[in-house]
Structure formats: C-alpha cells, structure tokens
C-alpha cells in the first residue's frame, strides 16, 4: 500500500472539496429523479404468461398464432359458483341473471354460459379478458359482482388464467414496499453492530439507495424503449441484488479507508488511498457478476432473458456508487464518519510488525483461524471438501421440474380455491383448454386424434369470435344457430381441448406430450400449446438452459479471476471450490424444502438463478481475499501473505456475507414460492461460503499448495517467494479487525 503522509497535507481545493460536492450533488440529482421512477415501473412491468414464455417453445409458436384469430388478446376468467346442494331452478334464473353484469365488467365481451355441472351443485361462466388491461382490477370487479349477486349462501370463485394472473400481480405487490423497507432495516442493523456507529450506517445505505435509485431509472429506460422485458420476478430480484452488492462494496472501501486514517490525519488523502487500494477489487468483483448475469441472455427462456440485463445494470449502478459517491462522503466527513469510535493515528514504529508468520498484529476469530490454518492445512481443506461433498448429496432430492401454477402464491387465494372448485365439478382442464393449430385440410383427422386420446374430455373446433363448433346436438327452441364452419388464417385452424386434469398438473403435461407425438403422425405441422403446454415447454427449456449456461459462466468467471490473479491454478481452484459451495446449498435446500417447508417441488428456474447468484457472488469474496493475499504475498511471500490476508480481510468479508444473505432473505417476505426458494438457497450459499469456503477452505489449500498456487507467474517461482519474505516490510496500516465488527 502507499505510505500516506501523517501530517494535515496540503491537498488542493478542487480536489478537497469541489470534486467531492459535485459528486454527491450529481447523485442526488439522480436520486431526486429515479426515486420517483420506482413507482412507475408497473408501467412498464408485465406479469402475464407471455413475460416468462420459451422464446422457441412450441407453446409460444401457438400463442403467435391465436393472435391470429382474434382481434384482442384475450385470457379468461373462470367464475364458478358452487352450492352444497343442487341448484333450484329458482337459484339456475339468479344465477342467469348474472350474465349480463359480468359482461358489463369485461368491458362488453362476450361471456360463455352459465354452464351447469353434471351433479347440478355448481355453475360456471368463462369470462374473456383483455390481457392489455387492467387484469387485476377487472378480476377484483367480477369478484365483487359476483358475491354480491349470487345467491345466498353460495360460495362463489374467479379463477382460470386471468384469476391467477391477478393473485400474482397482488403477490407481487409487496415489492415496493415491504421487500424494500426490510432489506433496509435488516441492512441497518447489521451495520450498527458492525460498525458500532450512528453515522456511518447512514452514509453506507444511502449509497446503497440511490444506487437503486439509478439502477430503477436505467431500467425503467430501457424498458420503455422495448430494449428489456421486466417483470415482477426481475424487480423485485434488481432491489435486493443492488442493495447487498452496493452494502458490499461500500464495506471492502471502508476498512480500506478506515486503514488509510491510521497513517494520515488528511481526509482527502486517505480516500484517494482507500480508492487506490480497493477500485481493482471491487472493479473485479462487479465486472464478474455482471458478465455472469448478462449470460443469461443465451437463455430461451424469456423470464431468464429479462433478468440479465436488468440484475446487470442494477451491478453497475451499484459499482459506480460505491467507487464515487461514497469516496465523496467520506472525503468529505473524514473520521467524523466512524463517530463515536474514531481511528486513531498510529505512531509510524506500530504502524507494520514485522511479518515472519504472517499471523503478527492479529487479534481475536481471525488470529486463531489463522493458526489452525497454518498448523494442520490439509487436514482443514480436506474436512471442508468432505463436509461440503456430503451436504451436495442432498441434491438428489430436489424436485426442481416445476410445480403446479396453484402452488406458486403462498398465500390464501381465491383462484387457487376455485381451481379445486373447478376440478370437484368440471373436467378440470375446463377454462384453461389445450390449444391446437392444425392444417384446415386434416383438421377432422387431428380432431378424432384428440378426442381418442386418454385423458381428453372433449375437443371441438373453433368459428371466427372463439365460439365452439359442435356438432350432433341440435339448438334449443329460440337459441341462436351455431356456427357450422371453423375460423380459417392461412390454411389453419385451430381446436381446443379440455382435459380431465387440472391445467397446470403433472397428468395433463403428461396429455400434451401425448397429443404431441400422436397428432404429429395425421399432421406433421400440428402444434400443441394452451397453459399446460406454456409450463411444460417451461420446465423444459428451463432445464436445457442449465446446461448450456453453466459452462459459459463458469469460463467467463475463470478467464477474470486469471486476468485479477495472474495465475492459471489459483482461479481454477476458487471456481472448483465455489461450484462445490453451491452443490452444497443446493442440497441443503432440498432437504429444507421436502422436510421443513413442505414444498410440493421447486420451480425449474431456481437452480439456474442459485447458480448465477451464488457462483457470481461467491467469487466475490473469494475476489476480495485472493486480491489482497497476492498483494501481501508480493511483499511478505506466500504463506505468510495467506495468513496476513486472511485476517485483513476476514471481518470485513465476513460482515460483506452476512448483509448479502439478509438482504436475499428478504425475497422470503414476497409469497411467491420461486423467491422464497431463492431467497433460502442464495442468503444459505452466501453464509456458507463466507464462512467455510473463504475463511478455512481457501486459504488452508492455498497454504498446503504454497507458492505454486500462483502458477505459471512469476510469483509461483520458490526463488521469487524467498526473495519477498527477505524484503523488509514496507510501513503499511495495522489492520482494525475491530473496524469490521467481528473480532
């Protein structure tokens, strides 16, 4: 590190004070215009089926040719109106009645039914949506109205697609605000036990504030200029991820400062030093997760398309924030910023013991997992890899393929409810049919197809408006003629057909990929989609990205730590290390969610999101250590540098870990079972690889190693590590361990 002078140093005033003021006057301007932003992003924030579909999925080749068929972009509300006995006919002319107030509701479109169920103890009515409007709203309508006119003593549901589009989008709606004020207040917490003051907590949140502040004014760009496709998932994933990367980086820039103001009494001087010394880290470390994140990209998956760019941009406000607005608050409040307890200046001859161990001038946790790391090595890493290796186990137990659109909300919902209301009374496809394109001159063959295959209750073709065309069942006295000729868009037609299993169930995915193979054989240009199409298609694609993704995150991250290290074996093994700390958390996760929390499975996304997040971040730390133990090695030799680094950095990484899992334990307030999932894999990767990973881990098998962890370079050299520890040790800051909060 750069020795700073310890007298008040003339430094000049544009760089003392004009610099830093411009800084923090430009970042509230950012603050002052994308706070307000945040409550916009629902302008340009979609929830609906058509924000996480496969980009080449079948099911979505189908979706582009219904809008072919109709004007609108319609999905419907199921009602259901249930009684605990037969309806009267008094009770069938009520409920009849309804039908036009809920057209009324939906805006004047035509509303299917009421159709009664065989057992004559329910009714239902579909109800066509627009899905460009106000989905929500309309389905809050429908249920108010439906209450209200039913007759008493009925329970009454709105379910199908647009009803659990609508408990979604409600779900979601605690993002604003309870996922934000948590991962604040949990934030604060951890920095007033870390720090021990009531200043310097403030000054770090806000970095951290108007970090989201620009990161949710960039997005909010570009999602209006159609660049991104942001949906609930992804909002609520950008302000936990900004918040715990910008909290980070601002604690690695902190010890640094805090280090520098033992040497000098100049404010100024010790943020230029603390910058100097902490950029290439930190630079490092977000340049990682962001190239990570933008991997995502090569997704199909459109949900996984979407978080890339968007948790990337949220990295680099986070990063920019970090590198100037905080060197900018602190240059300018100096040590009053650790008030109560100031950093004091260090007489020069305390400043740098002289380092033969490495364990010199080290206090308390770190001192004695130093010791252990430096007495028994292999037997640490050895221990570590055999813990890690049984808890990876658990992994065979997670039923990562999806789960059924009912078990994602957590929380009481009236369309969960009416799903179960449907499936006790209806086929219980019914209101969410299979969808299928099929060529006009083949379409009675794909219609008998269907209609023979097991699990189908009935399939019909489709007239221009949607309405079904029956045949063998003649009109009742009065009614309107039904349509005899099916709707016909360049050569095609399409056929729905209702399952007798619930949409979003393993039996009717099972029904799709049937009607796939089968249909294909009388028409091979046949198309199957609908909802159970779209989360099978998803759960697939879901699982293909996995394989594909994996291996370009891992060679990105492996080319940027050779480039930070130098080195071929180092960054070789801190990616082995950090995969084996994810297979880990995985596993452990299994384990939570079939024992603990009695989750029917786990979506098939979260494995790839785990891995982005925990391999991503994990680096980090293994950054922000191995960063620091090449820089003291260059100066003290390997082993020595190991130790010295270790106990550097071990509060400061330590606290860095603990604020990153509370702010991804957060996510668990939203009731949307993938971010609960999310939250406990990430907040328990994170904890585990601060803790077992970078603090014994690492550091005992680069010990064992020795200087050869640094091949090829010159540095891996023995001649080169003896001739460093016969440097003498140039003056250099004690260590606060204190400074970290964790002795």
């Known amino acids: ?140 309508e429908l249920r108010d109205e439906v209450q209200a006119s039913a007759p008493e003593g009925m329970q009454t549901f709105v379910t199908g697609p647009a009803g659990l589009t609508a408990d979604l989008v409600s779900a979601f709606a605690g993002i604003d605000g309870i996922l934000l004020l948590a991962a604040l207040g949990a934030v604060f917490v951890i920095l007033l036990i870390v720090y021990r003051s009531l200043l310097l907590p403030i000054v770090v949140l806000f970095t951290s504030v108007f970090a989201l502040c620009a990161a949710i004014l960039l997005v909010f760009g570009m999602a209006q200029l159609g660049w991104i496709q942001l949906n609930g998932q992804s909002q609520g994933i950008l302000s936990i991820l900004v918040i715990g990367a910008a ?121 004695a997992t130093g010791s252990l790391v430096s007495r028994r090595p292999r037997t640490v890493w050895i221990a570590s890899v055999l813990l890690l290796l049984v808890a990876s186990a658990g992994v065979l137990q997670l039923k990562a393929n999806g789960v059924p659109q009912t078990d994602v909300i957590l929380t009481a919902s009236n369309a969960v409810d009416g799903q179960d209301a449907l499936a006790r009374h209806f086929d219980a496809g019914s209101g969410s049919p299979v969808v299928i394109v099929a060529d006009e001159a083949k379409s009675q063959e794909v219609l008998e197809q269907t209609k023979a295959t097991d699990g189908v209750g009935d399939a019909y073709l489709l007239a221009d408006g949607g309405a079904p065309i029956v045949t063998g069942a003649p009109a009742a006295p009065g009614a309107p003629a039904a349509p005899t000729a099916p709707a016909v868009r360049d050569g095609r037609v399409l056929i729905n057909a209702t399952l007798n299993f619930a949409a979003d169930s393993n039996e009717a995915e099972n029904v799709v990929v049937v ?156 009731p949307i079972m993938f971010l609960v999932q999310l939250a406990f894999i990430v907040a328990f990767g994170v904890l585990l690889d601060t803790v077992l990973v970078r603090s014994l881990l690492v550091p005992a098998l680069a010990y064992d190693i020795g200087p050869r962890i640094w091949w090829p370079s010159k540095l891996g050299r023995p001649e080169t590590d003896a001739a460093a520890r016969a440097l003498p040790s140039a003056p250099e800051p004690e260590p606060e361990t204190a400074g970290a909060g964790i002795r």
């Open 515 to 670: 009607l796939r193979q089968e249909l294909k054989k009388v028409d091979d240009g046949a198309l199957v989609g609908g909802v159970t199409a779209t989360a099978l298609d998803t759960n697939i694609t879901a699982q293909r990205d996995l394989v594909t993704i994996i291996p370009v995150v891992l060679a990105v991250i492996l080319v940027i730590l050779m480039m930070l290290l130098r080195s071929v074996l180092a960054p070789v093994l801190l990616v082995a290390s950090v995969v084996l700390s994810y297979g880990a958390a995985l596993g452990v996760s299994a384990f939570v969610f079939n024992n603990v929390f009695g989750f029917p499975g786990a979506d098939a996304t979260v494995p790839l999101f785990g891995f982005v997040f925990l391999v991503a971040l994990g680096v980090d730390y293994n950054i922000f250590l191995m960063s620091r133990v090449r820089e003291e090695s260059l100066k003290h030799g390997t082993r020595p540098g190991i130790l010295r680094g270790l106990g550097v950095t071990g509060g400061v990484i330590t606290s860095a870990g603990v604020v990153l899992a509370a702010t991804f334990a957060a996510l668990g307030v939203i």
């Open 1 to 140: 590190m750069n020795k700073t002078p310890h007298g008040s140093a003339r430094v000049p005033f544009w760089l003392r004070w004009l610099v830093p003021v411009l800084l923090v006057i430009t970042w509230l301007a950012i603050a002052g215009i994308g706070g307000p932003t945040f409550g916009r992003l629902d302008e340009v924030s979609s929830n609906d089926q058509a924000s996480f579909l496969p980009a080449g999925a079948e099911a979505t080749a189908v979706q582009d040719w219904q809008a072919k068929f109709r004007d609108t972009n319609e999905i419907p509300a199921v009602i259901v109106i249930e009684s605990g006995s037969a309806f009267t006919p008094a009770q069938l002319g009520e409920v009849a009645a309804l039908k036009g107030e809920l057209e009324a509701v939906a805006g004047g479109s035509t509303v299917i039914g009421p159709i009664p169920s065989e057992d004559g103890k329910a009714v239902q009515f579909v109800v066509p949506i627009d899905s460009a409007g106000e989905v929500k709203e309309i389905v809050r």
């Open 247 to 367: 909290t980070d980086y601002a604690l690695l820039y902190v010890s640094r400062f805090r280090e520098a103001l033992t040497h000098t009494t100049n404010r100024t001087a010790a943020a230029l030093t603390a910058w100097k010394n902490s950029w290439e880290p930190i630079m490092a470390s977000g340049a990682t997760v962001i190239i990570a994140l933008l991997c995502l990209l090569f997704s199909d998956l459109n949900s996984n398309k979407a978080l890339g760019p968007v948790a990337a941009a949220g990295i680099l406000c986070s990063l920019f924030a970090a590198l100037t607005l905080l060197p900018a608050l602190l240059a300018l409040l100096g040590r009053a910023a650790f008030w109560p307890f100031l950093p004091k200046l260090l007489p020069e001859a305390e400043r740098e013991p002289a380092i033969v161990t490495g364990l010199e001038g080290q206090k308390g946790v770190w001192r």
